[in-house]
């Protein structure tokens, strides 16, 4: 069983070099082997030392770097389940806040959504207090949102795509709406799409939120289903996310991912990306940009 080390920086903006790589190498005692995943972007070092010491040696330095890494085993890397979040994880706004600029409230409503993402507040009764704010809203607006705030992350379609060609299931569990989720889930080629339903009246948003509510709970329960149905083994998921109500899955997947991500969030994931788009998701798994699918 090899160890693995893995750089990766934002393919936008390449950092990584051999005289990076060589620095890392040169603290670690037996390197078997350095594979360059994306040049610039993202590279492989194998090595035999043990696995806990490594993190704990090289995890302070590799923290102040310009570019994310990731410790695994080469065993347990590729993944046969992800689950997601949405509004900020897969696409790059908050679908709610956006809602309440046409209405006037981003400010308020962006504070709310602030503080549920940090686990300030209870997300199901913020959410609750939020979508009552909308009450009156015309139904147009949702697609107006979509289609004029609603930007996909880098990497997200080669993310998904890549995925599915390997055989994975991808499942999209959002704390927003299935409005959105539906055809961002269309977009970027997710199996399964999950979100909260607006209830809308007249053509017009109702201030309500149609039960069941999904929320942290609904995201783990998805892991869980999806795994048991395809009888996988827990290292061969993944989950990511960004904020307090995706701890839950992000704790449990066997590889938990916080994606540019909240303190809340970081700290119960296995692995943080602050710097690297989408496709680290696909690096970490041993995907190289000859592999990825766009299409």
Request: glycine share 6%.
């Amino acid at each position: 069983m090899k160890n693995l080390l893995t750089l990766m920086s934002n393919p936008a903006n390449p950092l990584l070099t051999d005289d990076i790589v060589s620095r890392y190498v040169a603290r670690l005692d037996d390197v078997t082997g350095i594979s360059w995943l994306s040049e610039g972007v993202a590279v492989d070092i194998y090595f035999e030392d043990d696995l806990a010491e490594a993190k704990e040696s090289l995890r302070p330095d590799l923290s102040a770097e310009d570019f994310d890494f990731a410790f695994q085993q080469t065993d347990q890397r590729r993944k046969k389940l992800l689950v997601a979040d949405m509004d900020s994880t897969i696409i790059q706004c908050e679908c709610i806040d956006e809602l309440a600029d046409f209405a006037g409230l981003k400010a308020e409503i962006s504070a709310m959504t602030e503080a549920a993402m940090q686990g300030h507040v209870d997300f199901e009764q913020t959410l609750r207090d939020r979508v009552a704010l909308l009450k009156g809203m015309d139904e147009a607006i949702l697609q107006q949102v979509y289609a004029e705030r609603v930007h996909l992350m880098p990497g997200a379609v080669a993310l998904i795509k890549t995925m599915n060609a390997g055989g994975a299931n991808t499942v999209l569990v959002s704390g927003g709406f299935t409005f959105f989720t539906s055809r961002v889930a269309a977009v970027t080629g997710f199996q399964v799409n999950r979100a909260n339903t607006l209830d809308i009246k007249d053509g017009k948003l109702t201030g309500l939120v149609l039960p069941p509510i999904v929320d942290s709970k609904t995201k783990l329960e998805s892991l869980l289903e999806f795994q048991k149905k395809a009888k996988l083994s827990r290292h061969e998921t993944m989950a990511v996310g960004d904020g307090a109500n995706d701890i839950l899955m992000i704790a449990e997947a066997g590889l938990g991912v916080a994606y540019h991500a909240k303190p809340a969030a970081e700290k119960a994931a296995d692995i943080i990306i602050a710097q690297a788009d989408l496709t680290a998701l696909l690096y970490l798994q041993g995907y190289s940009d000859q592999d990825f699918v766009t299409e």
